[in-house]
Protein backbone atom coordinates (compact mmCIF):
# COMPACT_ATOMS: atom_id res chain seq x y z
CA UNK A 1 0.00 0.00 0.00
CA UNK A 2 1.24 3.45 -1.13
CA UNK A 3 2.79 5.26 2.48
CA UNK A 4 1.06 8.83 1.94
CA UNK A 5 1.70 12.12 4.09
CA UNK A 6 -0.42 14.43 4.61
CA UNK A 7 -0.30 18.59 5.39
CA UNK A 8 -2.88 21.30 5.70
CA UNK A 9 -3.68 24.20 7.26
CA UNK A 10 -7.12 25.69 8.58
CA UNK A 11 -8.51 27.76 10.90
CA UNK A 12 -12.03 27.12 12.46
CA UNK A 13 -12.86 24.71 10.49
CA UNK A 14 -15.52 22.38 12.75
CA UNK A 15 -17.49 20.26 10.88
CA UNK A 16 -15.10 20.65 7.53
CA UNK A 17 -12.66 19.13 10.48
CA UNK A 18 -14.56 16.25 11.43
CA UNK A 19 -15.18 14.80 8.26
CA UNK A 20 -11.40 15.89 7.17
CA UNK A 21 -10.01 13.57 10.11
CA UNK A 22 -12.23 10.74 9.43
CA UNK A 23 -11.31 10.46 6.33
CA UNK A 24 -7.81 11.09 5.93
CA UNK A 25 -7.36 9.01 9.31
CA UNK A 26 -8.98 6.21 8.05
CA UNK A 27 -6.73 6.53 4.08
CA UNK A 28 -3.52 6.68 5.81
CA UNK A 29 -3.44 6.16 9.85
CA UNK A 30 -3.30 9.67 12.22
CA UNK A 31 0.67 9.48 12.92
CA UNK A 32 0.83 10.13 8.96
CA UNK A 33 -0.93 13.81 9.39
CA UNK A 34 -0.19 17.28 9.99
CA UNK A 35 -1.74 19.78 10.35
CA UNK A 36 -1.20 24.04 10.74
CA UNK A 37 -3.50 25.94 12.70
CA UNK A 38 -3.84 29.19 11.62
CA UNK A 39 -5.38 30.54 15.08
CA UNK A 40 -8.56 28.81 15.64
CA UNK A 41 -10.99 29.98 18.27
CA UNK A 42 -14.14 27.77 17.80
CA UNK A 43 -14.26 24.71 20.49
CA UNK A 44 -15.34 22.57 18.77
CA UNK A 45 -12.32 22.69 16.23
CA UNK A 46 -9.92 23.04 19.16
CA UNK A 47 -11.43 20.11 20.77
CA UNK A 48 -10.70 17.92 17.14
CA UNK A 49 -7.36 19.35 17.12
CA UNK A 50 -6.32 18.05 20.46
CA UNK A 51 -8.24 14.81 19.69
CA UNK A 52 -6.29 14.36 16.83
CA UNK A 53 -2.73 15.59 18.59
CA UNK A 54 -3.85 12.49 21.04
CA UNK A 55 -4.72 10.18 18.59
CA UNK A 56 -0.70 10.63 16.66
CA UNK A 57 -1.47 13.92 14.18
CA UNK A 58 1.41 16.10 14.40
CA UNK A 59 -0.24 19.60 15.76
CA UNK A 60 1.59 23.32 14.54
CA UNK A 61 0.05 25.75 17.00
CA UNK A 62 1.25 29.26 16.79
CA UNK A 63 1.17 29.78 12.69
CA UNK A 64 -2.08 32.17 13.82
CA UNK A 65 -1.42 35.61 10.84
CA UNK A 66 -2.86 36.50 8.14
CA UNK A 67 0.80 36.20 6.82
CA UNK A 68 1.17 32.75 7.80
CA UNK A 69 -2.13 31.80 5.39
CA UNK A 70 -0.43 33.74 2.68
CA UNK A 71 2.83 32.11 2.86
CA UNK A 72 0.69 28.99 3.58
CA UNK A 73 3.12 26.95 0.12
CA UNK A 74 6.77 28.03 1.65
CA UNK A 75 5.62 26.55 5.57
CA UNK A 76 4.38 23.48 3.49
CA UNK A 77 7.47 23.09 1.78
CA UNK A 78 9.56 23.35 4.54
CA UNK A 79 7.91 20.58 5.59
CA UNK A 80 8.28 18.20 2.90
CA UNK A 81 11.53 19.18 2.76
CA UNK A 82 11.77 17.78 6.32
CA UNK A 83 9.71 14.78 5.96
CA UNK A 84 11.94 13.92 2.50
CA UNK A 85 15.04 13.53 5.21
CA UNK A 86 12.61 11.71 8.05
CA UNK A 87 10.54 9.50 6.66
CA UNK A 88 10.23 6.87 4.24
CA UNK A 89 7.00 7.32 2.10
CA UNK A 90 5.54 7.52 -1.74
CA UNK A 91 3.38 10.44 -1.56
CA UNK A 92 3.14 14.41 -0.04
CA UNK A 93 -0.42 15.39 -0.09
CA UNK A 94 -0.46 18.71 0.38
CA UNK A 95 -4.08 20.18 0.56
CA UNK A 96 -7.19 22.13 2.27
CA UNK A 97 -9.42 21.35 5.30
CA UNK A 98 -12.32 20.52 3.01
CA UNK A 99 -10.99 18.68 0.22
CA UNK A 100 -11.82 14.43 0.63
CA UNK A 101 -9.71 12.53 -1.90
CA UNK A 102 -11.29 10.53 -4.00
CA UNK A 103 -10.55 7.89 -6.64
CA UNK A 104 -11.86 8.33 -10.60
CA UNK A 105 -12.60 4.50 -11.30
CA UNK A 106 -14.77 2.53 -14.05
CA UNK A 107 -17.84 2.54 -11.58
CA UNK A 108 -17.80 6.24 -11.07
CA UNK A 109 -16.75 8.46 -8.18
CA UNK A 110 -15.72 6.23 -4.57
CA UNK A 111 -14.32 7.26 -1.75
CA UNK A 112 -13.58 3.55 -0.82
CA UNK A 113 -10.33 3.18 0.76
CA UNK A 114 -9.43 0.32 -1.85
CA UNK A 115 -10.04 1.88 -4.74
CA UNK A 116 -7.60 5.10 -3.73
CA UNK A 117 -5.22 3.27 -2.66
CA UNK A 118 -5.20 1.59 -5.48
CA UNK A 119 -4.71 4.31 -7.82
CA UNK A 120 -1.98 5.25 -5.65
CA UNK A 121 0.01 2.21 -5.93
CA UNK A 122 -0.32 2.19 -9.74
CA UNK A 123 1.22 6.11 -9.49
CA UNK A 124 4.34 4.99 -7.54
CA UNK A 125 7.79 5.60 -9.24
CA UNK A 126 6.99 8.83 -10.76
CA UNK A 127 9.28 11.62 -10.67
CA UNK A 128 6.77 14.39 -11.88
CA UNK A 129 4.18 16.42 -10.25
CA UNK A 130 0.59 14.62 -10.14
CA UNK A 131 -2.19 16.50 -11.26
CA UNK A 132 -5.67 16.19 -10.66
CA UNK A 133 -7.17 18.10 -13.33
CA UNK A 134 -10.56 18.72 -11.83
CA UNK A 135 -11.88 19.10 -8.44
CA UNK A 136 -16.17 18.19 -7.99
CA UNK A 137 -17.39 20.90 -5.98
CA UNK A 138 -20.70 20.05 -3.68
CA UNK A 139 -24.04 21.80 -5.01
CA UNK A 140 -25.37 24.80 -2.80
CA UNK A 141 -28.83 24.03 -1.70
CA UNK A 142 -28.28 20.25 -2.75
CA UNK A 143 -26.56 18.01 -0.02
CA UNK A 144 -24.58 15.33 -1.15
CA UNK A 145 -24.62 16.39 -4.93
CA UNK A 146 -21.64 17.38 -6.56
CA UNK A 147 -20.53 19.16 -10.03
CA UNK A 148 -17.46 19.32 -11.50
CA UNK A 149 -15.18 22.15 -11.94
CA UNK A 150 -12.83 21.62 -15.40
CA UNK A 151 -10.72 25.12 -14.66
CA UNK A 152 -10.19 24.06 -11.31
CA UNK A 153 -7.23 21.52 -10.37
CA UNK A 154 -4.57 20.69 -7.85
CA UNK A 155 -1.45 18.72 -7.37
CA UNK A 156 0.49 16.53 -5.22
CA UNK A 157 4.31 15.54 -4.96
CA UNK A 158 5.93 12.17 -5.21
CA UNK A 159 8.53 11.93 -2.31
CA UNK A 160 12.19 13.72 -2.85
CA UNK A 161 10.38 15.53 -5.80
CA UNK A 162 9.36 18.72 -4.64
CA UNK A 163 11.19 21.63 -6.08
CA UNK A 164 8.34 24.35 -4.80
CA UNK A 165 4.60 24.45 -3.67
CA UNK A 166 2.58 26.59 -4.67
CA UNK A 167 -0.05 28.46 -1.64
CA UNK A 168 -2.92 27.31 -3.20
CA UNK A 169 -1.70 24.01 -4.04
CA UNK A 170 -2.93 24.29 -7.55
CA UNK A 171 0.74 23.42 -9.06
CA UNK A 172 3.17 22.10 -7.09
CA UNK A 173 6.04 21.74 -9.33
CA UNK A 174 8.65 19.18 -9.08
CA UNK A 175 12.40 19.10 -9.43
CA UNK A 176 11.37 17.15 -12.97
CA UNK A 177 9.45 19.72 -14.98
CA UNK A 178 6.15 18.80 -16.01
CA UNK A 179 3.14 17.13 -14.48
CA UNK A 180 1.05 13.40 -15.50
CA UNK A 181 -2.90 13.94 -14.96
CA UNK A 182 -3.81 11.32 -12.87
CA UNK A 183 -7.47 9.43 -11.90
CA UNK A 184 -7.93 10.96 -8.53
CA UNK A 185 -9.67 14.27 -7.28
CA UNK A 186 -11.00 15.80 -4.44
CA UNK A 187 -14.97 16.04 -3.42
CA UNK A 188 -14.27 20.14 -2.44
CA UNK A 189 -16.79 21.27 0.15
CA UNK A 190 -16.21 24.51 -0.61
CA UNK A 191 -19.74 25.60 -0.80
CA UNK A 192 -21.38 26.20 2.35
CA UNK A 193 -24.57 28.81 3.17
CA UNK A 194 -24.72 31.66 1.09
CA UNK A 195 -24.02 34.21 4.10
CA UNK A 196 -21.55 31.77 5.26
CA UNK A 197 -19.68 31.54 1.95
CA UNK A 198 -19.08 35.59 1.84
CA UNK A 199 -17.88 36.23 5.45
CA UNK A 200 -15.19 32.55 4.57
CA UNK A 201 -14.32 35.27 1.69
CA UNK A 202 -13.84 38.13 3.68
CA UNK A 203 -12.12 35.88 6.07
CA UNK A 204 -9.27 35.55 3.54
CA UNK A 205 -8.83 38.63 2.22
CA UNK A 206 -6.38 41.11 3.74
CA UNK A 207 -7.92 43.79 6.10
CA UNK A 208 -8.36 47.09 3.73
CA UNK A 209 -10.29 44.55 1.54
CA UNK A 210 -12.37 42.39 4.36
CA UNK A 211 -14.62 44.75 4.58
CA UNK A 212 -15.48 46.44 1.04
CA UNK A 213 -18.80 46.38 0.49
CA UNK A 214 -19.11 48.89 -2.52
CA UNK A 215 -19.40 46.83 -5.65
CA UNK A 216 -17.67 49.70 -7.41
CA UNK A 217 -15.01 49.32 -4.45
CA UNK A 218 -14.28 45.56 -4.76
CA UNK A 219 -14.38 45.98 -8.37
CA UNK A 220 -11.40 48.45 -8.16
CA UNK A 221 -9.87 45.76 -5.94
CA UNK A 222 -10.17 43.12 -8.27
CA UNK A 223 -8.15 45.06 -10.80
CA UNK A 224 -5.13 45.13 -7.85
CA UNK A 225 -2.24 42.65 -9.11
CA UNK A 226 -1.65 39.64 -7.00
CA UNK A 227 -3.60 41.17 -4.36
CA UNK A 228 -3.99 38.45 -1.52
CA UNK A 229 -8.11 37.41 -1.89
CA UNK A 230 -8.54 39.01 -5.61
CA UNK A 231 -9.82 35.93 -6.51
CA UNK A 232 -12.73 35.74 -3.92
CA UNK A 233 -13.86 39.14 -5.27
CA UNK A 234 -16.28 37.27 -7.63
CA UNK A 235 -18.00 35.32 -4.56
CA UNK A 236 -18.44 39.16 -2.71
CA UNK A 237 -20.19 40.77 -6.02
CA UNK A 238 -22.58 37.48 -6.11
CA UNK A 239 -26.52 37.57 -5.47
CA UNK A 240 -27.96 34.68 -3.59
CA UNK A 241 -30.32 33.14 -6.86
CA UNK A 242 -26.60 33.62 -8.62
CA UNK A 243 -25.01 31.20 -6.16
CA UNK A 244 -27.88 28.42 -5.29
CA UNK A 245 -28.31 28.31 -9.26
CA UNK A 246 -24.61 28.39 -10.37
CA UNK A 247 -24.33 24.61 -11.72
CA UNK A 248 -28.00 24.48 -12.81
CA UNK A 249 -26.72 24.08 -16.26
CA UNK A 250 -23.96 21.51 -15.23
CA UNK A 251 -23.84 17.51 -15.11
CA UNK A 252 -23.89 16.75 -11.18
CA UNK A 253 -23.82 13.64 -9.03
CA UNK A 254 -24.49 11.96 -5.89
CA UNK A 255 -21.37 11.30 -3.78
CA UNK A 256 -19.18 9.62 -1.96
CA UNK A 257 -19.57 6.53 -2.94
CA UNK A 258 -18.05 4.19 -1.43
CA UNK A 259 -17.09 2.08 -4.73
CA UNK A 260 -20.92 1.32 -5.84
CA UNK A 261 -22.20 2.90 -9.76
CA UNK A 262 -22.44 6.55 -9.10
CA UNK A 263 -25.76 8.21 -9.91
CA UNK A 264 -25.91 11.12 -12.51
CA UNK A 265 -28.39 14.18 -13.05
CA UNK A 266 -27.84 15.26 -16.50
CA UNK A 267 -30.16 17.05 -18.55
CA UNK A 268 -32.73 16.44 -16.68
CA UNK A 269 -32.64 12.84 -15.84
CA UNK A 270 -31.54 10.52 -13.36
CA UNK A 271 -29.14 7.52 -14.50
CA UNK A 272 -26.46 5.18 -12.98
CA UNK A 273 -22.99 5.38 -14.64
CA UNK A 274 -22.69 2.73 -16.98
CA UNK A 275 -18.45 2.94 -18.16
CA UNK A 276 -19.75 0.40 -20.91
CA UNK A 277 -22.83 1.54 -22.38
CA UNK A 278 -20.65 5.21 -22.79
CA UNK A 279 -17.89 3.56 -24.14
CA UNK A 280 -20.44 1.14 -26.45
CA UNK A 281 -21.87 4.77 -27.81
CA UNK A 282 -18.41 6.76 -27.69
CA UNK A 283 -15.88 4.25 -29.07
CA UNK A 284 -13.25 6.96 -29.52
CA UNK A 285 -13.23 7.45 -25.66
CA UNK A 286 -11.70 3.83 -25.51
CA UNK A 287 -7.89 5.12 -25.35
CA UNK A 288 -8.48 7.62 -22.83
CA UNK A 289 -5.57 7.16 -20.18
CA UNK A 290 -7.96 8.45 -16.98
CA UNK A 291 -11.36 6.34 -18.10
CA UNK A 292 -14.92 7.12 -18.83
CA UNK A 293 -16.18 8.73 -16.22
CA UNK A 294 -13.50 11.17 -15.87
CA UNK A 295 -14.01 11.78 -19.59
CA UNK A 296 -17.69 12.28 -19.62
CA UNK A 297 -16.78 14.75 -16.60
CA UNK A 298 -14.23 16.82 -18.21
CA UNK A 299 -15.58 16.55 -21.92
CA UNK A 300 -18.48 14.63 -22.59
CA UNK A 301 -20.82 16.08 -21.29
CA UNK A 302 -19.63 19.46 -22.77
CA UNK A 303 -19.58 18.14 -26.32
CA UNK A 304 -23.37 16.82 -25.63
CA UNK A 305 -22.21 12.87 -26.01
CA UNK A 306 -24.26 10.35 -25.22
CA UNK A 307 -23.97 8.11 -22.16
CA UNK A 308 -25.51 4.72 -23.44
Not at 45 to 53: P, Q, R, S
Not at 270 to 279: E, K
Amino acid sequence: MAKVRVIMMQRDEGDNLARWLTHYGNLFDFPNLEIMDNGSVDPMTIDLLKEAEKAGVRIYWGYDTLNDFHNKGGHFGNIVKSWDNTFDYDFALPLDCDEILAAVTDNGLSTDKADIHRTLNQLKGLSQSCRMDMLMFNVPGRPGWFAPDRAFHKGFLPARTMEIIDNGQHDPQSKTPGYVSVPLTYLHWHNASFEETQQRARRKMEPRAADLTDREALLAYKQTPNAPGVHLIDLLLMEPAEYYNKYADEVTFYAPSHGGRTVLHARGQYRLWDSAAYLAANPDVQGYELGPFHHYLRFGYAEGRALS
